[in-house]
């Protein structure tokens, strides 16, 4: 989680939130210091704090805003968290017990920091909604019973998340600092998606056999033998199939194939078409 991205969906709201905030400038200096200088615990209330004064009682779409964030890092936290306590889902005594447990750990830290920050702001954050973790039925009971549907489930929601901070990064071109801080959260979710690819490859079952750490054309590589959990996945990778960078053919320029030209870039994600591809996972 980080405050830059959430300030971001906010100025989308309100182009004038960071002169609310004493100027884009002095805003991030006074994030660089709450960073530098404050207990971990502390900067949600201070960030919650500096929205109260930009906007006094009268916060609105800034805290619908921020309850948004909340809702979909409710659903990830619940995720990784039923999935890590489900008896017999993760093989027991392998690496994927721990790197399980510590994406579960980052996200329901991630739920008490939006919680800590809404409560600052003098807002009440919403309560943690009703999952559908079949989205829709589409999945069974499968999510938690079997670990290939867990971690192809698991890839949707990683590959997901590094779409949508791409999807963000144009927003930070003003700001060369906070977007420096951007690309670097974005590499990190990117090795998260290339870890849990690996682990689907090593699982060897849902076609992940010929699974690579990229992403080529629009593949998902999953054949869950169930066209609606296909469609379901699939809708994460559509548009990743673009060859063309730039108005430049990558396939005309560097004589490319067009599934190398794809693997060589990565396509974002707007926020609507990541409501739209979390939706079946809210009941």
Do not use: C
């Not at 998606?193 to 690996?198: C, E, G, M, T």
């Amino acid at each position: 989680m980080n405050l830059q991205n959430i300030l971001n969906d906010i100025e989308q709201v309100d182009p004038e939130v960071y002169d609310k905030l004493d100027t884009r400038r002095h805003a991030m200096k006074r994030f660089s210091f709450i960073g530098k200088t404050l207990a971990l615990a502390a900067i949600p209330s201070m960030f919650g704090a500096m929205l109260k004064k930009a906007y006094g009682q009268s916060s609105g779409n800034i805290l619908d805003v921020l309850n948004f964030a909340l809702k979909l890092e409710y659903l990830e936290a619940e995720f990784y968290t039923r999935g890590v306590a489900a008896p017999g889902l993760i093989p027991a005594g392998t690496p994927a017990v721990g790197a399980l447990t510590t994406i579960r750990d980052h996200e329901n830290a991630h739920v008490n920091f939006l919680r800590q920050a809404i409560q600052g702001a003098g807002g009440t954050p919403i309560a943690r909604p009703a999952f559908d973790f079949t989205a829709g039925g589409a999945l069974g009971n499968n999510t938690f019973t079997q670990y290939p549907v867990f971690l192809a489930v698991a890839q949707a929601f990683e590959d997901t998340g590094v779409r949508a901070y791409k999807g963000q990064a144009g927003n930070l071109m003003s700001n060369k600092p906070v977007l420096t801080a951007a690309l670097q959260i974005h590499s990190v979710e990117a090795r998260h998606a290339a870890h849990i690819r690996y682990m689907r490859r090593a699982n060897g079952s849902l076609s992940a056999g010929n699974i690579k750490p990229w992403i080529t054309l629009n593949n998902s590589n999953v054949d869950a033998g169930s066209t609606a959990v296909n469609n379901l996945i699939q809708s994460v990778y559509n548009g990743e199939e673009v060859t063309t960078q730039a108005n430049v053919n990558i396939t005309t320029v560097a004589g490319l194939s067009a599934a190398k030209a794809s693997e060589s870039f990565d396509e974002p994600l707007t926020m609507q078409q990541v409501n739209a591809i979390v939706a079946p996972f809210f009941a």
